[in-house]
């Protein structure tokens, strides 16, 4: 029995795609070569007992780290209407050629991937500036982030009517200069570099920080067991702003403060000429991993 119209346009359509759907194939397998390359470096550079590479990373799992690229890649188009341009990638080429720490490493990687520089900005440097700019457009996404900022708003409503709120980490900074001599806890660069973020509350605005760590954590301990003392010099002069200007008696609460990470609230306990005591709360925003997670798997064809 013959096959009808429809079956033929069927049929026709399929054949039609089959070069799309066989280029998109060599476009994966492409792209998890290339990846391949660049994790066989980072893993010949791990010390301590291990896996083989092979063992350590599987088809399969290259093939995520691919999918979630193209995935993340496709959000940000979808969701932001930012296309990664050929300029953003040239910019991140260059900024890893300035300021690599490991030279070595880079060279390496660069020569696993045929010293072709086309591979290098499309295998290396475009995942790179996608999650980036796609974790920027997150963290100051005010519409996803709306119901953690009114919970911060209500209860900062709430302290300032004096009512009892939970929760909640001490923290007292010194307001006297440093003495002489006295130095600060060595600290990894990466935990101690700021990451703009947007403030708001109400008419009041200002660039906050991600220091997030420095800021909530207590008094450390020095040396014989004596609590190290905490300066406000030593934090970002922005932050300094806004804790100096907002909390000037016991009793004051800050603004709502947004960072990459969250929202905050101070509400001070004890204000001196020498202390600054204060009551932090801290509103978690939705990780970016989680959001991504609920995106649909739809993702643009390499």
Known sequence: MGMNRAGIMAVLLLLAELPKVRAAGEELAQRMGDRAAIERVYH????????????????????????????????????????????????????????????????????????????????????????????????NDDALHAPQRRMAEEVRERLKAGQKVEGGEEVTWELTARPAGEVTDERPA???????????????????????????????????????????????PRMQKILRSQLRQAGDVSAVIETPAGFLLFEAKVKTELILAVRSLTFPKRSCGEWLAMQPEAVEKP
Request: aromatic share 4%.
């Open 44 to 139: 010949e550079h791990r010390t301590g007992a291990k896996l083989s590479f092979e063992e350590a990373m599987p088809a399969a799992v290259l093939e995520k780290l691919v999918s979630d690229d193209l995935r993340k890649e496709a959000v940000l188009a979808r969701v932001y209407g930012v296309k990664v341009t050929g300029e953003m990638i040239e910019k991140e080429v260059r900024r890893m050629d300035e300021t690599t720490r490991a030279p070595e490493m880079l060279g390496e990687i660069k020569r696993a991937l045929g010293n072709d520089p086309d591979r290098f900005a499309r295998a290396m440097a475009r995942p790179i500036v996608v999650e980036r700019v796609l974790r920027e457009k997150y963290e």
């Open 190 to 236: 990466a935990a101690t570099a700021p990451v703009k973020s947007t403030a708001k509350s109400g008419s009041y605005s200002v660039e906050a920080t991600a220091q997030i760590a420095e800021l909530l954590s207590g008094p450390g301990q020095g040396g014989e067991g004596k609590a190290e003392k905490r300066y406000m010099e030593d934090m970002d």
